[in-house]
């Protein structure tokens, strides 16, 4: 029986996280959330303080989020949850995703008949 042993790579924390960052721009997913949530209250404000503060509000928001995922994901209770759960997981956010569509169908095709 022999047993391999694995070197571990040293990380360096501030170069995980621009990688992270950069990732995280990239992401089309990410521009597209956030462009529709902005535009949505954009005509409220007004100041230029304000959309500092909804800058602020969603950096901060999206690191609190991130970092929550880190530390959760870091225990190994945790990473054997979801790897023996994650179909299930992945098909119950499935259905949830499918009935918000299903519900944003329905009140464009209800909106659209009132304005008709």
Known sequence: FSEEKTALLELNSI????????????????GVYFTSVI???LDQFTETYQLFELLFLFVFSTFIYFYLVALLFSRK?????????????DNIAGVIFIGFGLKLIYEGITHLAVIL
């Open 39 to 41: 535009s949505a209250f």
């Open 15 to 30: 170069t995980e996280i621009r990688k992270g960052l950069m990732i995280n721009i990239m992401n089309a997913k990410a």
């Open 77 to 89: 209770p945790i990473r054997q949850f979801y790897a023996k759960n994650s179909r299930y997981i």
